[in-house]
Each structure stands twice: as structure tokens, then as C-alpha cells.
């Protein structure tokens, strides 16, 4: 029997039946005003998407339907000896907003397995990619190719699917491009990096153990920092660009493959998911010029210089957190537990005391404090992942977990494609000019 399927099947109705309750009994309360600085300024603070899988509290970070990283950490299953989450416990979570028992875990883990593997076709496209293309290029160009597959796509398309049944292929779809977004991830690395020499799959590990195992890195350590890393990036409510993009591209009954190909592209933009490549840089940039066992003065002159020079200073900001990042958090105690003596990870928790207190002196930064990509840099470094440009995938892979997740929400909800409304500025000044 599918038990996660069948779970969907179970709630689906009871969540379908709460929505129509809550739009009944609060469907014309007010949320929020919206300012013409808002409209223009990126919609900081407006309040207009229904995202129910994960929430983002600005001083407590994000919670998976409703538990906090430190909560994900304790109460999902984790490898023999690991002390850290595993994304098949994650996304049972995600969708169901229960825990998995044993049984339920396993499940996710053997169906990931069955569905993991790549066709001939599929192993020839991505090795055939210009190894000149940015890896997140390859990944979303390998995504779409893997729609050819899409259940969703195929059962519209012969007008089999009706709407009660969509969340169903979307669920299929989910599945599958999450069993194998790994495996293309790795071919990638292996394709761009290693001279295509590639890596078969190990059905004996976990799924981001196998993952870890497929880019060529087997110490169990690194093993942990993949459970750990697909963990914590899965979510980050609905507002952030590749999660808002997945949704947008999926309102318009774009497959799962289609939609978050679309997260992808956004999630290689440098202000979002990106910054994790440009932390690395700017940090080995600062150990270039000024050497090692560099001073807090340098530092902090080194980050005025880059705000200077018109660039931000990469890891530190968030459009919605005014804290640390729990998730930043989270890394550091990986570090402090795992990694001693190894001076980019150094730099990054001396940086954690110098930055902030600098930022705050420039008045216009909202928040001064280090987001997740701060850290997740380094701590790949350190397991032998050199590749900078590289990182962002490993992002892709984990945010994969989210972004299908929430679309076979958004089926089963039945939502209707999103079409908010724009204004210009001759709309602005005729509405509220004086005459
Ligand atoms: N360095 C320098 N300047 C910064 C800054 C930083 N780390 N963070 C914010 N600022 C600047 C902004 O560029 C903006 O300047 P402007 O008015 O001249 O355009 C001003 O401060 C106000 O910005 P804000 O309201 O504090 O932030 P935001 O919501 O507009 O942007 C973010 C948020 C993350 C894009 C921004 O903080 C940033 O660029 N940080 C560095 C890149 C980064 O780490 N991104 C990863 C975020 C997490 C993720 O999505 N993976």
C-alpha cells in the first residue's frame, strides 16, 4: 500500500473541509494595509500568499509546520551514530504535518529509491551540457528536461485528470523529481568537475548520504553535513523567491518539473540562494589580501570597503529576519561539534562577531545579523566540495523538498492561479493627487 498517499488521502478532506471554514468565518477580515511604498518596494510586509507547509517569524526564524529547527533536529529520525535530521522524515512532515513513525520513514526512503534512478536519455542530456554553462544553469535545464516525465502534464494533456484528482499527479511528480533531483545534482558535479567520471548510486545509504556518496564524498561527517544542509534549507515560508516563483509558475497548472525549474532561476539570483557561492568568495578574497589570522580592524574595514564599493556584504541581510538565522545557528554548532582547526571556519565565527556591529552603523540595513548562507559555504569547503559555483545546487536540492511539497497543497486546496493586480505612476498620482 502507498502509506503516504493514502495519509494525503485521509487529510486532504479534513484540511479542504477547515479552509472552507476559516475563508466562511474570517474570509472578509483584513490582513493587512498596503502602502504605494510597499507596491514599490518589493511587498516587504504584505501579507497575500496562503502558504500552510512553513512559517518565518522575523526574531525566531522559520518553522515546518510548526516545529523550529532545533525541534526538527530532536524529533525526526537520523542516521545510526548521525545526530542529524533526514530530509525523507522532513518531507513526510511537510506534507502530512505529522512526524513519521519508523514504518512511515522507511516508506519515503524506499520509494525514493525505486524512483531515483535516471533513463539512459536523461544521462546523456546532462552529459552533454556545455561545461561552460553555470551549474544552477545545468540544473534547471535538467529539471525541464525531466518534465518529459511529468504525470501531471501527461494526464491533463489527455484530459484524464480532473480536479479533485490533480493533487494526486502532483504528489507522483513531487516524488519522483525529489527521488532524483540527487542524482542529477551530482551527474552535474561529476559532469562540470570531474571529468564526467561518474559515481553510481549506493540504494544502502539514505538519500543525503547517497547524494554525498554520488559527488565523491564517503567520511560520515559529510554524510551528516548533507543531512543536515537538505534539512534546514527545505522551507522557508512562501514569500522567498524560489518558493514564491515554484508557486506562482504552479498556479497556472504548470507541472511540478516546469514550476520549480522556475524556484531554481530564482534561487540562482546573488541576492538570494546565490549568496552562499558569493560568501565563500568574498571570504577567501579577505584571507588573499590580508593574509591569515587577519585582524577584527581589518575586517571591519574590509566591509566598509565592500559597501563602498556598491557591493553587499554576502550572508548578512534578510528581507524578513531581524536576528540571526536559526538556521545560521544550527551550522555553527555543526562546526563547533565537527571541524576544529580549519581557518575559513575560523574567519566565518570571527566575522560573526565583527559584522553585525558594523552593519548596524549603516542605518539603512535592516537587519545586521548573518543569514543561512553565512555558513553553509565553509562547512561544504571543508568536506572537499571546492567548487564555489557549485553550492547553490545543493540548495536546489534540499529547497526541491518545500517547493513540490507546497504544490500538491496548492492542488489539493484547489487554489486559483495568482493574479495579483499592478499600478503605475500616473495610476498613483491620479488616485491620490489633488486634482
Ligand atoms: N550588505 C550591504 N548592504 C546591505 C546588506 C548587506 N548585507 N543588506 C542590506 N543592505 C542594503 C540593501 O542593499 C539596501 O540598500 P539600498 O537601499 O541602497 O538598495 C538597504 O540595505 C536596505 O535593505 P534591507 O531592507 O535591509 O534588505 P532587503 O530586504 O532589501 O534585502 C537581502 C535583503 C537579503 C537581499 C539583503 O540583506 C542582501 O543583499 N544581503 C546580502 C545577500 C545575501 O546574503 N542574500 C541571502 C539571503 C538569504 C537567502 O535568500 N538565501
Redesign the pocket.
Known amino acids: 500500500s502507498n502509506l503516504l498517499k493514502d495519509r494525503l488521502r485521509e487529510i486532504i478532506p479534513i484540511k479542504q473541509a477547515l479552509l472552507r471554514d476559516i475563508r466562511k468565518q474570517y474570509g472578509q477580515k483584513e490582513i493587512c494595509k498596503v502602502t504605494v511604498d510597499q507596491a514599490i518596494g518589493?511587498m516587504?510586509n504584505v501579507f497575500g500568499l496562503f502558504y500552510d507547509i512553513s512559517l518565518l517569524d522575523s526574531k525566531t526564524g522559520i518553522t515546518f509546520r510548526d516545529y523550529n529547527i532545533p525541534e526538527i533536529q530532536e524529533y525526526l529520525q537520523k542516521a545510526k551514530n548521525g545526530n542529524e535530521p533526514l530530509p525523507e522524515a522532513l518531507f513526510w512532515l511537510l506534507l502530512t504535518g505529522d512526524f513519521p513513525s519508523d514504518q512511515e520513514f522507511k516508506f519515503v526512503q524506499e520509494e525514493w529509491r525505486r524512483r531515483g534512478e535516471l533513463d539512459q536519455e536523461t544521462i546523456k542530456f546532462i552529459t552533454s551540457l556545455p561545461k561552460q554553462l553555470h551549474p544552477m544553469t545545468m540544473l534547471s535545464s535538467s529539471i525541464l528536461y525531466l518534465q518529459k516525465d511529468s504525470t501531471f502534464q501527461k494526464a491533463y494533456e489527455s484530459g484524464k485528470a480532473s480536479k479533485p484528482q490533480y493533487w494526486e499527479y502532483y504528489y507522483e511528480d513531487a516524488m519522483d523529481l525529489v527521488a532524483k533531483i540527487p542524482r542529477v545534482a551530482a551527474l552535474i558535479y561529476r559532469h562540470k568537475y570531474k571529468n564526467g567520471d561518474l559515481i553510481s548510486s549506493d540504494n544502502s545509504l539514505d538519500w543525503a548520504a547517497n547524494y554525498s556518496h554520488m559527488m565523491g564524498f564517503n567520511q560520515f561527517d559529510a554524510y551528516e553535513l548533507f543531512r543536515m544542509y537538505l534539512s534546514i534549507h527545505a522551507d522557508?515560508e512562501g514569500g522567498?523567491?524560489s518558493a514564491h516563483a515554484t508557486h506562482l509558475v504552479g498556479s497556472a497548472l504548470a507541472d511540478q518539473y516546469l514550476s520549480y525549474s522556475a524556484g531554481i532561476n530564482g534561487l540562482a539570483g546573488?541576492?538570494?540562494?546565490l549568496?552562499?557561492q558569493?560568501?565563500l568568495k568574498w571570504l577567501i578574497e579577505i584571507r588573499e589580501k590580508l593574509g591569515d589570522k587577519v585582524s577584527n580592524e581589518k575586517i571591519q574595514e574590509y566591509v566598509l570597503n565592500?559597501?563602498r564599493e556598491g557591493?553587499?556584504?554576502?550572508?548578512?541581510?534578510?528581507?524578513v529576519l531581524r536576528n540571526t538565522d536559526p538556521r545560521y545557528i544550527h551550522q555553527k554548532n555543526f562546526a563547533e561539534r565537527l571541524i576544529k582547526n580549519d581557518p575559513l571556519v575560523e574567519l566565518v565565527k570571527q566575522c560573526y562577531h565583527v559584522i553585525p556591529p558594523v552593519?548596524k552603523t549603516?542605518g539603512?540595513?535592516?537587519?545586521p545579523w548573518p543569514?543561512?548562507?553565512?555558513h553553509s559555504g565553509v562547512l561544504l569547503n571543508h568536506y572537499g566540495l571546492k567548487e564555489f559555483e557549485y553550492y547553490t545546487v545543493v540548495?536546489a536540492v534540499s529547497r526541491a523538498l518545500g517547493c513540490t511539497a507546497n504544490l500538491v497543497w496548492a492542488r489539493a486546496f484547489g487554489l486559483p492561479i495568482e493574479r495579483p493586480g499592478s499600478i503605475t505612476m500616473r495610476w498613483i498620482e491620479e488616485k491620490f493627487g489633488e486634482n
Open positions: 518589493g516587504r522557508h522567498n523567491v546573488p541576492l538570494h540562494g549568496a552562499n558569493e560568501v565592500t559597501i557591493r553587499v556584504v554576502p550572508g548578512y541581510g534578510h528581507a552593519l549603516i539603512k540595513i535592516q537587519n543569514n543561512v548562507d553565512a540548495f
